[in-house]
């Protein structure tokens, strides 16, 4: 996973590693779930919402949709109420109230999860890059597995004594077993795929966390107080990837007085980041004469991030 501010490189880090280790033979998922589709913008290929589009031998790369996964819950939902009730129409004030709750900003946060649950738990591949959007929402992802989870065992636990007094109504009334059976079950499939996928994305083994930052001294502000909340978040930092360092050989060479203090200042800044990050620092990455964009950059960046 690569974490940081938004413009900082992301998406590009993403993109070359996906490429490297495509290269090197394995099968590769790049995916984001940033509704900017930053990775259509990378690849040159309109991949929105189109499931995982193979870019080339072994490189795949993928852009979640939420606002259909949404229409499909709704979807769901309806079939479940006609099913449940033996309904040809969903009655009005019902569905009014399905097209609200798919309007709660929860909801399209609770689709993106479930479908990173779904990439992640399946297993299809030897390695999926996870190309997150800035770093709030990354936290939020992140600290949304334990806080589900604290959830649901509320409610679980909550249905389990509701389905004891149930058992002991039926026995008593001699009827037969409750529906209740069926929420149970669902609720344990939900909470099983989200200790299957957050156990998976804090395990220091599985998951490497990349953070990316540049020598400038608010992007270094924002870094330090990310720090803590990995701490407290217990995100596994695996280190951090420095983007945007002009290149020292043109100090030798006669260059404008701009691009001279320009120079200075990031010495002075990707001092303190070594001073600060010491030995968890893994690259300094250089800037280009250009933008990002297209394979054949996609493979410049990658040399330059893993050696050729
Ligand atoms: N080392 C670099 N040299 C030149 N351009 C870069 C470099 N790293 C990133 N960029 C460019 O900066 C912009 C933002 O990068 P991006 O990876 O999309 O950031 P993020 O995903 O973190 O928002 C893109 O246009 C990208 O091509
Ligand atoms: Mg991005």
Known sequence: MYGGKGGLGKTTFSAATAYYLAKKGYK?????VDPQ??????????????????????????EIDADRRIAEYQGEIRKKILDMYGLE????????????????????????????????????????????????????YLSMASVYDQWIEKITKLREEMEEYAQMAAAIQRKGELEEDKILEELQYIRNRI??????????????????????????LDTRKAAGLFTKYQVPLSGYI???????????????????????????????IHEEFGDEVLA????????????PMIERMAEKMFGS
């Open 242 to 272: 420095v983007n945007r360092v002009i290149p020292e050989e043109l100090a030798n060479q006669n260059i404008p007085d701009y691009l001279r203090h320009r120079m200075e200042m990031q010495r002075k800044y990707l001092k303190e």
């Open 37 to 62: 589709a930053s990775l259509s913008d990378i690849f040159q290929r309109d991949i929105f919402g189109k499931g995982q589009v193979e870019i080339m031998p072994n490189l795949y790369a993928q």
């Open 195 to 220: 200790n299957k996928s957050s156990s998976i994305l804090t395990d220091k083994v599985k998951t490497a966390f990349f953070f990316v930052l540049i020598p400038e001294e608010m992007i270094l």
């Open 284 to 295: 300094e990455v250089p800037e280009f004469e250009r933008d990002i964009t297209g394979l």
């Open 28 to 32: 590769v998922l790049v995916f984001s």
């Open 89 to 140: 129409k969903v009655p009005d004030e019902i569905e009014h109230y399905i097209q609200a709750a798919a309007a709660e900003p929860a909801m399209e946060e609770s689709a993106i999860f479930d479908e990173v649950v779904d990439i992640v738990v399946s297993g299809d591949y030897d390695y999926y890059i996870y190309d997150l959007v800035p770093l709030g929402h990354a936290l939020y």
